[in-house]
């Protein structure tokens, strides 16, 4: 080999090590953690509903919650979820979960709740959801995932894994959690997420997890802000086996506290789609 091709050749590879190092510290630093961020590559599409068909939902996929649940579903909610179009219907190829403020059931408020369990459940994966969220004092939209054994071994020990919940009264700000025995309720593995100059009521945002053996990470948009590794669990670690999907608005509740005067009705979460990957 002469030096001219000898010198071109170091060259190149000079320029990939470069490109493969900028890449890599893109991906690390682009997040806001004091970890080292590990992003799964999770592609094949196993489950979707785009809500293209106008009218009830794909009960081949769905299932509707009635009512008001044991203590306002364990949270002291304050609405009664429905399966009436009053509170969910596909339109215009979105799902429209709808809050309304009316006298039903014994209950002051109306909404929707509706899950995946017996129909579609998974272990490990991408789960992500395109949604805009409602808002005001005591409005709680949420997007999560329930571990399929709670009929046996009940809540928290079945854990849970929260991709997004937000409080309507902070409209720049959502939350990533996970609930496990010792790490449950009040004192979850949680991180905050602030979308800058914007509010995540006047738009649609992508919020997802990809979830393997050693971490789920949490994503907005394409933004990877959180991960949480057994490690971080402060007990057993319970996220091992499928989990299904529960997306709901709720009124009130611990979480979010009561609507005031201020809080106007009807308030209506959309789903453009919910999309799962393994």
């Not at 700000?173 to 006047?202: A, C, W």
Request: glycine residues 10%; aromatic residues 12%; contains cysteine.
């Amino acid at each position: 080999m002469d030096l001219k091709n000898k010198y071109k050749m170091q060259l190149k590879a000079a320029l990939l090590g470069s490109l493969y190092l900028a890449l890599t510290l893109l991906v690390v630093t682009s997040c806001d953690t004091d970890e080292t961020q590990t992003v799964a590559r999770l592609n094949t599409l196993v489950m979707q509903d785009e809500f293209s068909t106008d009218g009830v939902l794909d009960n081949t996929i769905w299932n509707h919650e009635i009512g008001t649940g044991d203590n306002g579903w364990g949270n002291g909610e304050l609405q009664y979820y429905t399966d009436r179009n009053e509170n969910i219907s596909v339109q215009n190829g979105k799902l429209l979960i709808t809050a309304n403020k009316e006298d039903y059931q014994g209950s002051s408020y109306t909404s929707a709740r509706i899950l995946t369990k017996g129909n579609f459940e998974q272990k490990y994966g991408r789960f992500e959801a395109r949604i805009r969220v409602p808002y005001g004092q005591g409005i709680w939209p949420a997007f999560w995932l329930l571990g399929a054994n709670i009929d046996e071994v009940s809540w928290p020990q079945c854990g849970e894994i929260d991709i997004m919940e937000y409080r309507g009264q902070e409209p720049t700000m959502l939350h990533g959690s996970v609930h496990g025995p010792g790490y449950s309720g009040g004192n979850p593995i949680t991180k905050t997420y602030e979308l800058m100059n914007d509010r995540f009521d006047t738009g649609f945002h992508i919020f997802g997890i990809e979830w393997t053996p050693e971490y789920i990470n949490y994503y907005v948009d394409d933004v990877l802000y959180n991960q949480i590794t057994p490690a971080d669990a402060d007990g057993e670690w319970v996220f091992d086996h499928p989990f299904f999907i529960i997306i709901n608005l709720a009124v009130g509740g611990s979480f979010a506290g009561s609507p005031n005067s201020e809080t106007v009705f009807p308030q209506t979460m959309l789903i453009d789609y919910v999309k799962v990957y393994k």
